[in-house]
């Protein structure tokens, strides 16, 4: 195997994003992440989403999905697998912001956008 990594070099490492495991059902969102503690939502207590956007790319994820309630909440980082199903599902709600979604994708700043409140 020696020969191989000389030509080809190291394997490439898992992006973290990669680490993070998204449940959704009909009832709840969860967020599983080796390092972190699990977060877990349901559909009926969220009432505020936001974008979280932070200056530590490229090396970690930052661009962050925010599904906050009262007593619950779970953040989901952009390029993990199931945010896109996630930001569908959202994204069909009543006063959904989609200019705050746009104006997000833009920046590279520490800063949150809010695209959705109950």
């Not at 994820?61 to 930001?87: H, K, M, R």
């Amino acid at each position: 195997m020696g020969i191989f990594q000389s030509i080809f070099g190291k394997p490439k490492p898992k992006n973290d994003e990669d680490n993070f495991t998204i449940t959704i059902t009909k009832e709840y969102i969860k967020v599983e992440h080796p390092a972190r503690k699990t977060e877990k939502i349901l559909w009926t207590d969220v009432s505020e989403i936001k974008l979280i956007n932070t200056d530590a790319g490229p090396f970690a994820p930052d661009v962050w999905l925010a599904l906050l309630g009262e007593n619950s909440g779970c953040l989901i980082p952009q390029g993990t697998n199931g945010f896109e199903t996630v930001y569908d599902t959202i994204s069909k709600y009543e006063n959904f912001n989609f200019e705050s979604f746009i104006k997000s994708m833009a920046c590279t700043d520490n800063e949150e956008f809010l695209l959705w409140k109950k």
